[in-house]
């Protein structure tokens, strides 16, 4: 079975300071990777998401993540942040493309003016 | 941009009662999915359908849920008697063949 720890459930951050918020994961197989983020009284949008290739991901508003498969991480990191940026932002993994999606816990980011 | 849409966005019901919650996923998606999050838990896989059947389904998914797609545009939730610990946020996800799930905005129901 996969599991998802996103090991930060807040991370206050002031604006345009970077933020990295930590996502591991586990399973037996290999996976696909992905962030979502959810805004206030939204739905999840996908941000970025690894299937193959460069370990290296640039998705919307930004964010870039890198699949680590030695520590199985895949951390999101935005350089500088906005306060638009503050939301939720999930990490997920599937075991196959398109197959069901196991989330993480969710990390909030309140970013300060 | 095509989206995912749900109805109701909230729904307020009593204990016992039968609740429908609606999706329209993208028009030429081939797969649906529902998903749910508990406030303040993780957002937890429910249901896969396609080709008209459930082709997954979690241990949550006991036999008060089921799910249909009455058309060629709905897919339904249906929780015959909810109780208390159904009151969740309730994503409709749906994808092509391709990678990406797309989600909806969700339909928060509250079980009094």
């Known amino acids: 079975a996969q599991s998802v720890t996103q090991l930060d459930s807040q991370v206050p951050v002031f604006e345009e300071a970077p933020v990295e918020l930590r996502c591991n994961y586990s399973?037996?197989?290999?996976?696909?990777l992905f962030w979502y983020v959810q805004y206030p009284n939204q739905g999840l949008q996908l941000l970025l998401k690894?299937?193959?290739?460069?370990?290296l991901v640039k998705g919307i508003n930004g964010f870039e993540a890198e699949f680590n498969k030695s520590q199985t991480s895949f951390h999101l990191r935005k350089p500088s942040v906005h306060i638009s940026d503050t939301a939720e932002y999930f990490c997920?993994?599937?075991?196959?493309?398109?197959?069901?999606?196991?989330f993480g816990g969710g990390t909030r980011v309140l970013v300060k003016p | 941009e095509p989206e995912v849409t749900q109805t109701p966005s909230h729904q307020v019901t009593q204990m016992g009662q039968e609740v429908i919650l609606r999706c329209v996923p993208i028009?030429?998606?081939?797969?649906f999915y529902w998903y749910r999050q508990i406030l303040g838990q993780k957002v937890e896989f429910l249901v896969s359908f396609y080709n008209n059947e459930i082709s997954e389904k979690s241990e949550i998914f006991d036999d008060q849920f089921s799910v249909e797609r009455p058309d060629g545009s709905n897919f339904t939730l249906k929780i015959r008697s909810t109780k208390l610990e159904d009151s969740a946020m309730y994503f409709c996800?749906?994808?092509?063949?391709?990678?990406?799930?797309?989600f909806g905005e969700g339909s928060w129901l509250t079980v009094v």
């Open positions: 997920a993994v599937s075991e196959a493309a398109g197959n069901k999606l196991t």
């Open positions: 399973s037996s197989v290999s996976v696909y």
């Open positions: 028009s030429n998606h081939l797969y």
């Open positions: 996800a749906s994808r092509s063949s391709g990678n990406t799930i797309y």
């Open positions: 690894y299937l193959s290739g460069s370990t």
